[in-house]
């Protein structure tokens, strides 16, 4: 049956028709608009088709086998658009049924958590001061590591560190310890009581075997300064107990983060340095003296970041014990 004789046009006078007419007349028209309505329903239809429900287009990514069932055909045809129709519909019952494997699959490894679990410990690099470098001779860092900073109270190992601060001011600390075995045998392994009967003559002979270690006033004042030591452990029963006095016998903790923190010099260890040249002690400056407050623990001055930190830590019942002394 034909548009024109399907469409009953309405009884209307002429001039009401006439305002819907063009050239090719009036059925003409309705006939362009007829087919115009058609066309936009097949490409709307065509829009459809072509693009999927946001569901439908999961299961093409994560799975390319699905392709299969949503094949598009023609769109010219009614049958084509309801088996497109079913095609996405199966599409999204398809896509609930194999995201979730998708997703276990891609899905990263959940390791539980709780007390039960013990925690792996990270291995890495060891963190020292800032002037313990990678490159750092192995004596200087064995140094650091099991000798400065350790608070001591042998009156033998403190003479010692003292005579090691006093030879800073010619040496550097990798110098002194890779003659370190030179300077206990001219020193006697560090014994003031035997230090302080050497002669000028004992003294510089010793000091003539190879190159000289010190300059002749650095070996006379520490000379004088074994003597001097004798007197202080005569009136304070120790070395140590003289040295701890100024700190209230307990060491003091610094916290500083960077290397150049760290002072050369505290008005602490210019009230002990002033106390020292008053008894008679030589070349014990307010530099030697901070230096040898820190190789010999009075101070800990390694780095926060530094694993001799805390290690370093005086413990509290050493302090008990003091207190209790002195009490």
Known sequence: MSIA???QL?????????KILDQDGNGARIQE???????????????????PPARAMVPEILDPSLRKNASVESPNSSDSHSSSLSAASASRRSSRARVKPN??????????????????????????????????????RSFHDEEWGIPTRSDRKLFEFLVLSVALAEHTWLSILSKR?????????????????????????????????????????????????????????????YCRRFLNHRPTLNGFR????????????????????????????????YS???????????????FRYEQCRPNPKEFEEVDKHLS
């Open 10 to 18: 309405p009884t209307k006078s002429v001039k009401d028709a006439r």
């Open 292 to 306: 040898f407050m820190q190789v010999s623990g009075m101070v800990n001055d390694h780095l926060i970041t530094c």
């Open 181 to 241: 075995d030179a300077f206990r045998e001219l020193f006697d392994d560090f014994n003031p009581s035997s230090i302080a009967n050497f002669s000028e003559e004992t003294l510089l002979s010793r000091n003539t075997h190879g190159p000289a270690l010190l300059s002749e006033p650095k070996l006379r004042a520490i000379v004088e300064n074994a003597k001097q030591m004798l007197k202080i452990q005569d009136e304070f029963g120790s070395f140590s107990n």
């Open 33 to 51: 608009k007829t087919a115009t309505k058609q066309g936009k329903k097949q490409s709307a239809n065509m829009k459809k088709q072509r693009k």
């Open 258 to 289: 960077y290397a150049h923190q760290v002072p050369v010099k505290t008005p602490k260890a210019e009230f002990i340095s002033k106390d020292l040249m008053r008894r008679g002690f030589r070349c014990a400056g307010p530099t030697v003296v």
């Open 5 to 7: 004789t399907e469409i």
């Open 103 to 140: 997703r276990a699959i891609n899905s990263v490894k959940v390791v539980p958590c709780g007390p039960e679990t013990a925690i792996p410990i990270i291995s890495g690099p060891i963190k020292r001061c800032d002037w313990i470098t990678p490159h750092s001779d192995p004596l200087y």
